[in-house]
């Protein structure tokens, strides 16, 4: 949760670009642009439910 909020931080208000705030944090570009798009983590969530056993 630490890390989200640093790289929120470095792009929203310190104005970074995305791609640095990447390279900084050893980042893919795609996952900073995920962190910027929630303001919390969305968590996990199943796709499909799991069979019943039988």
Avoid: D
């Avoid at 893919?28 to 799991?50: E, I, N």
Wanted: aromatic share 8%; proline share 6%.
């Amino acid at each position: 949760m630490e890390l989200y909020a640093r790289v929120r931080r470095a792009a929203l208000i310190e104005g970074k670009s995305q791609r640095t705030v990447a390279r900084e944090f050893g980042l893919a570009r795609k996952t900073v642009r995920k962190m910027l798009a929630y303001s919390a983590p969305p968590g996990y969530h199943r796709q499909q439910r799991s069979p019943a056993s039988r």
